[in-house]
């Protein structure tokens, strides 16, 4: 892989295949460490919230949300849309950079797809838990019933359960690929029975054969490429659930690539927080250097620039067509009751990232850590203004009305993030969360490089 | 009883050299053991192209006439669904999810194919049986292969090869 700019290497020059076999198998072969445990148990409770609350909702309906008959949809589906988004970038990210053959995803796209992976799951949870009667959630899928029909194969509706039902399943099959040749590493590093006995199967008897790499390498690029226009199609289709609707402001033409988008963009900024995170927990600090920080905050910023465009056009088609429904959207967004929400929108993905165009804030942790959390904070009040303030005010004065969250809308939004930091607990206890035979040959090409 | 040779090596550069040298002895049955994908490693063993891009290719394209076809079937033959009009047949919506059961047909393919042809799962296999072999995983190169009349003579070749050692398969390469 020709690396395009000059500067310090992505890897130690220092670094061997033994070192990284060593360090990097051992991070989920070795005793648990007391604070793990600590995270875990923290997170549990995150998670048992989530459960509490659907529980909840399954027993009493979804009249315990601050949701009502204009506002159909609250923090439900501003939670589903954030989560799919953050779901889609990992894959984006780690597909799109290994077509790209950028040496310096080798060592953060096992995580981001773990991260994909979750964020998919806790994703379709919402929309299930926001049907009225939940345990019929499988009247989606067609299947011959006594009824005689079907699904209705033109609503996105259905398209979506699909698309993220493919979705995952493809997600999963990619990060597996990655991860049995790790498996195997960890099988022969085993400390114990169980360990090699566990690891063995999941390697499903690995042995790096020259053929074994060989298919191997066919089946990930192919993979690869198929996984970044299915990324695409996806958060598309999300898209289409609102612009196939006659709501002012939900504009067909805009949605898909302005949502695609802005996955990539809170995708990214989640992968450099979760990133920050892990290199300072486990010491990774010689696979993750300032170097690749940089390289993601970059594609921040220039995500950051597309979403100011697609904000931008978001006002002046209104204001260039005339359309007064459509200008009325803009100005209930701007001036109305949510007009925080759309203005800390602006602040957190459009201006906050411009720090960025600074080589020094790009290399500081603080500055970065930051700019992560906010971006994040802004695309899911940029959900939260185009699904409520959107709904608020359609065509029907009468219609009119607001969205006041209640507890359990709370109680879900935060127990999604509980359980999601649950599942990286695990992910990151048990499965090597660096992919350990990338990082080899990266070693391998920097020093065939160099001589 | 078929035996095989398995001489170890330190770097990857080692293990490319060793494995066009073995070609040009008029060596067939080879194999190599790389913890990661090793550039050139391919060319230097002449390994034949793979079938696992046209398996994925062939279960692609099933995937979309499938996904398409029950489309179709489902809403304009069996149950047919008037929205908004337009014809029972009106195909442009039904592209899109075609195109998703495709690359459903063709990761599955991929993955599928790509363990299938790898011979895996198979937790067990007699080149574990090789002392040292669990470095194959994580930081040592083997070249195996498979001696023919003169195993003596291949152990030779091997040897001239400078490798850290050279140990015996006790059940061949398959």
């Not at chain 1, 919230?49 to 949809?73: E, K, R």
């Not at chain 1, 290994?98 to 964020?119: C, D, G, H, K, V």
Request: aromatic letters at 16%.
């Amino acid at each position: 892989m020709p690396s395009l700019d000059r500067g310090e290497p992505w890897l130690a020059p220092d670094q061997t295949d033994t070192r990284l076999s060593q360090e990097l198998g051992d991070l989920a072969t070795r005793p648990t460490p007391r604070g793990w445990w600590w995270g875990f148990g923290g997170s549990s409770l995150g998670a048992l919230l989530l459960f509490g609350t659907a529980l909840a909702l399954f027993v009493a309906g979804v009249g315990l949300w601050g949701i009502n008959t204009s506002v159909v949809w609250g923090f439900d589906i501003t939670n589903y849309v954030w989560w799919i988004g953050i779901g889609n970038a990992g894959t984006l990210i780690s597909a799109m950079l290994y077509l790209a053959r950028q040496p310096w995803r080798a060592s953060i796209n096992r995580f981001a797809e773990a991260m994909t992976l979750f964020a998919a799951l806790i994703a379709g949870l919402f929309p299930i838990m926001h049907m009225g009667r939940p345990y019929l959630f499988y009247w989606l899928a067609p299947y011959p019933s006594v009824m005689g029909v079907w699904p209705q194969f033109r609503s996105p509706l259905v398209w979506d359960m699909f698309a993220i039902l493919i979705y995952i399943l493809v997600s999963s099959l990619f990060w597996y690929t990655g991860l049995i040749p790790d498996f195997a590493t960890l099988r022969d590093r085993a400390q114990g029975r169980w360990q090699a006995w566990v690891y063995g199967v999941l390697a499903l008897g690995w042995r790096g054969s020259a053929r074994h790499w060989q298919r191997y390498e066919q089946a990930y690029t192919v993979m690869a490429a198929l996984a970044v226009p299915l990324v695409v199609s996806v958060h598309s289709v999300v898209g289409y659930d609102f612009s196939t609707s006659v709501m002012p402001g939900w504009r067909s033409t805009l949605f898909a690539p302005f949502f695609v988008v802005g996955a990539m963009f809170s995708g990214f900024a989640m992968v450099i927080l979760i990133t920050l995170i892990l290199r300072a927990a486990f010491g990774l600090y010689a696979f993750i250097t300032a170097r690749h920080l940089e390289a993601m905050a970059k594609i921040v910023l220039a995500a950051s620039l597309l979403m100011g465009y697609a904000y931008a056009m978001e006002v002046f088609i209104p204001w260039y067509t005339g359309n007064p429904d459509d200008g009325r959207a803009v100005a209930h967004n701007a001036t109305g009751p949510y007009a925080p929400a759309y203005w800390g929108m602006w602040l957190c993905n459009v201006g906050v990232p411009q720090v960025l165009w600074w080589r020094e804030a790009r290399r500081n942790i603080a500055v970065l850590a930051w700019v992560a959390v906010l971006v994040c904070v802004g695309m899911w009040l940029e959900r939260y203004v185009i699904v409520v303030s959107g709904l608020s005010q359609g065509f029907l004065p009468s219609q009119f009305r607001l969205y006041f969250p209640t507890f359990w809308d709370w109680s879900a939004w935060l127990g999604s993030l509980g359980f999601f930091l649950w599942l990286f607990f695990l992910f990151a206890r048990f499965v090597p969360m660096v992919p350990i035979h990338e990082l080899r040959r990266l070693a391998h090409e920097q020093k065939s490089e160099a001589s | 009883m078929r035996v095989a040779l398995m001489a170890e090596f330190a770097d990857a550069g080692q293990l490319l050299d060793a494995a066009y040298a073995a070609r040009a002895a008029g060596y067939r049955r080879l194999e190599a053991y790389a913890p990661f994908a090793v550039p050139g490693l391919d060319e230097a063993l002449r390994l034949p192209a793979t079938l696992v891009p046209a398996f994925m290719l062939v279960f692609g394209i099933l995937g979309a006439i499938l996904g398409f076809a029950l489309q179709v079937y489902l809403a304009a033959v069996d149950y047919p669904l008037n929205a908004g009009g337009r014809p029972d047949l009106s195909w442009p919506p039904f592209g899109l999810l075609a195109f998703e059961f495709a690359v459903l047909g063709a990761a599955l393919a991929g993955f599928v194919g790509m363990l299938a042809l790898n011979g895996l799962p198979r937790l067990h296999h007699p080149v574990f049986g090789v002392a040292d072999f669990g470095r194959a995983s994580q930081d040592r190169f083997f070249l195996a292969l498979e001696p023919g009349d003169d195993t003596e003579a291949a152990r030779r070749f091997l040897l001239g090869l400078e490798p850290l050692a050279v140990s015996e398969v006790a059940d061949g390469l398959d």
